[in-house]
């Protein structure tokens, strides 16, 4: 049996957030809000901890995320999901 590569992209456009969940090149499922009221630093890891467990995963069970972020996105925004995308990556480095 093939072993399951399971793949977090953070993705945003305009002011939207999405989350996916691939494994390999298929989604497997999708999280998406508007982050209009900037909330993305309260909100990104509990939504990413909500994706995971629909989908009966833990954190540990990723093999990495990548992140998707359109050039003209503001500071801020792009390094909080930069930063939470290398420390997870770290982490499961670590394992």
Do not use: H, P
């Not at 993705?11 to 900037?38: F, H, M, R, S, Y």
């Not at 989908?55 to 939470?84: M, P, S, Y």
């Amino acid at each position: 049996m093939k072993n399951k590569q399971y793949i977090l992209i953070i993705k945003i456009v305009d002011n939207t957030i999405i989350l996916k969940l691939n494994n390999g090149n298929q989604t497997v499922d999708e999280l998406k809000w508007d982050d209009a009221n900037n909330n993305t630093s309260k909100e990104l890891l509990k939504r990413i901890d909500k994706l995971l467990k629909n989908n009966k995963l833990t954190i540990g069970k990723l093999n990495k995320v990548k992140t998707d972020i359109d050039k003209k996105q503001k500071f801020t925004l792009t390094r909080i999901v930069q930063i939470i995308a290398e420390t997870i990556n770290y982490s499961l480095s670590q394992e």
